[in-house]
């Protein structure tokens, strides 16, 4: 059985100095860097589909974005503009509608004489008055200038509206939007008006008109939106300036007034932060119908608008010059933003905490949105911070996953490595600070202990026709032994046979290894005699332990190979232990505790062990002076 042992453990040693390494892992960098490229393909790939695609979820994310751009500016009351509602109340009052057109012409006058500067329509004639009383209406546009509306189709082919003068620079027929027909009013009302204007609005992916067409192109005749022929109306201009570039129409200029900054299809922001009022005095009243069933309700960004409040916004926009405004450039600069800030978040991911990603990531999101603002409160332009946060987000939430994922693979790692070995407030120390597992070799001060089961090859033999039996009976034992160890809080580095080796003070730090190996001795016997006694109920042979404990500096970690390896240590310390495991039956013969303890740990614990002898053992030629406990 001696021998057998020795060559078990001999073998043992030799296996654990196979290879001692740094490190076992990959070499980081090397895959930090494969890492990196394989989150930055498909993020940038990700980027260009998502720019060039422009999907509508990202587009009615992006024009809420706006919305709530718009809504920073104060709200004010218009100075320039009243509206006129002809309301339930009014129709009770006057009858049904459409009113008779001397009503209207009584409306100017009443206006006129009220102290307005212009009325404007927002409602079409295109019929002749039932009562022929389009010639009171059309001379009352002489008591006060008036503009009408008209409206552009997309469902016909008729064409029989009025002439404008258009100064076009460029492709501007090309990128206008396009439709087929336009329904004008009675050419005796289009003829007395200062002007007229079509009331289309067409609303954005999500279903709210925000912008509003300068000039929309029918079967190649351009036509002003109401408002801006308002404008040009006004000033007595005769004609509009349009210019066109690769991208699309710039600006809308009447010469009058400021150049008017669009968008590619012409199209006009609208500021929606104005309060209209009732009193007309000096201002220019734009009349609409708002009882209900009359004149559709349009969804905008502050609610559901009639066409002549949509119209009114619009003018004070102008007036104001407050239309905001995209800047050529800005779709380059929100693709260079959204990749900045995607890699800032896939490297704070890889490099920083938790923590320090999620406050990394609320930094440079936080960053790019009050940049945003800025840009719009200064300069009316409006950068979309939307989609730049949500890849930072979604870059940096996929970082966050991964690295959660990675540390809870991590503790599944630990926990599969030395859940059966250590205890499991040890597993759980660990699980919470893997850092205190260092990975490759480490050189420590530590106490070992090899036990092995005395008598266990009798028994062996006596069961030989029931090895069931047997290996219930080992188990049986070493889990006794296990239990006692992972009490103490040992680390249990392999099972040989019938032989337990325990460790201290790797991976974690015990300051009392010494002592904790001891009292694991003692425990084991009080564990060993309780087996021993239900054994004998069972009519079993009892067994008996050899305990060897010893201390000193080794190297101890994960060795073996890059494929294939195990938590272990490798030092002479070692050897002497279980050197000293083997020298025990000496002991069990005289009578005495089987255990020997070596003198390094026997100095840190002098009140719980006493002197034995001193001895020499294989493959040592100082002589050893050997310790047993104090029992």
Request: with cysteine.
């Amino acid at each position: 059985m001696q021998g057998q042992q020795g060559s078990s453990k001999e073998a043992l040693l030799k296996q654990k100095t196979i290879l001692i390494q740094e490190s076992v892992r990959p070499d980081e960098d090397g895959n930090a860097k494969r890492g990196m490229i394989r989150l930055l393909i498909p993020l940038i790939v990700l980027v260009v589909a998502v720019r060039v695609f422009d999907p509508w979820p990202i587009e009615t994310i992006r024009l809420k974005y706006f919305d709530f751009l718009l809504t920073l500016q104060d709200d004010r009351d218009s100075e320039l503009i009243a509206l006129y509602d002809i309301d339930e109340e009014a129709l009770a009052e006057n009858g049904q509608w459409p009113w008779p057109r001397s009503y209207l012409a009584d409306l100017n006058s009443e206006l006129a004489e009220r102290g307005a500067i212009a009325v404007v329509y927002s409602v079409l004639f295109p019929e002749p008055d039932r009562f022929l009383q389009d010639g009171e209406f059309a001379l009352s546009m002489q008591e006060i200038p008036t503009f009408l509306s008209a409206v552009a189709t997309i469902d016909t082919d008729r064409r029989d509206g009025w002439e404008i003068g258009v100064a076009s620079m460029g492709p501007v027929l090309e990128n206008a939007m396009q439709y087929n027909g336009i329904l004008p009013n009675v050419q005796a009302l289009q003829e007395a008006s200062t002007g007229t204007g079509v009331v289309n609005a067409a609303p954005e992916v999500d279903g709210l008109v925000r912008r509003i067409p300068a000039l929309i192109n029918v079967q190649g005749q351009l036509y002003p939106a109401l408002s801006v022929d308002v404008l040009r109306g006004l000033a007595g201009d005769p004609s509009y300036q349009v210019r066109a570039g690769e991208s699309g129409i710039e600006a809308v200029r009447i010469p009058a007034y400021d150049t008017i900054q669009t968008d590619s299809a012409g199209r006009i922001w609208i500021d929606w932060n104005t309060t209209f009022k009732q009193d007309v005095e000096n201002k220019i009243v734009y009349v609409g119908v708002t009882a209900a069933g009359i004149s559709p309700l349009v969804p905008t960004p502050i609610g559901q608008l009639f066409p002549h409040q949509i119209q009114a916004n619009l003018l004070e926009t102008l007036l104001r010059g407050s239309a905001p405004v995209r800047p050529d450039w800005s779709l380059a600069a929100e693709t260079l933003g959204l990749l900045i800030l995607a890699l800032l978040s896939a490297l704070s991911a890889r490099f920083l905490p938790v923590y320090g990603v999620a406050i990394g990531i609320f930094t440079i999101s936080s960053l790019t949105a009050i940049s945003s603002v800025w840009a719009y409160l200064r300069f009316g332009m409006l950068l979309d911070a939307s989609l730049p946060v949500l890849s930072a987000l979604t870059v940096g939430g996929a970082g966050v996953f991964q690295r959660m994922l990675t540390e809870y693979r991590l503790k599944m790692q630990i926990k599969g490595q030395f859940g059966t070995y250590v205890s499991p407030d040890l597993v759980k120390q660990l699980q919470d600070d893997p850092s205190k597992l260092v990975l490759g070799g480490e050189t420590k001060e530590m106490t070992f202990l090899f036990c092995d089961l005395v008598g266990f090859t009798p028994l062996s033999e006596s069961l030989q026709d029931d090895p069931q039996k047997l290996v219930w009976i080992m188990n049986k034992a070493l889990t006794s032994l296990t239990d006692v160890a992972l009490k103490n809080g040992a680390t249990v580095d392999k099972y040989i046979g019938d032989c337990l080796f325990l460790l201290w003070n790797a991976p974690l730090d015990c300051d009392d290894h010494e002592e904790k190996a001891v009292i694991t001795a003692v425990d084991m016997l009080i564990a060993l005699k309780f087996l021993n006694d239900e054994l004998e109920e069972e009519g079993i042979q009892c067994l008996n332990v050899g305990i060897g404990i010893n201390t000193g500096l080794c190297v101890v970690g994960n060795m073996g190979s890059e494929k294939r390896f195990d938590y272990s240590v490798v030092g002479h310390p070692v050897n002497t232990a279980a050197r000293l495991e083997g020298k025990t039956r000496q002991m069990i013969k005289r009578g005495e505790p089987p255990v020997l303890i070596g003198e390094p740990t026997a100095k840190k614990v002098p009140d719980m062990v006493r002197y034995v002898e001193t001895i020499t053992v294989k493959g040592q030629s100082e002589p050893l002076r050997v310790y047993t406990i104090d029992i």
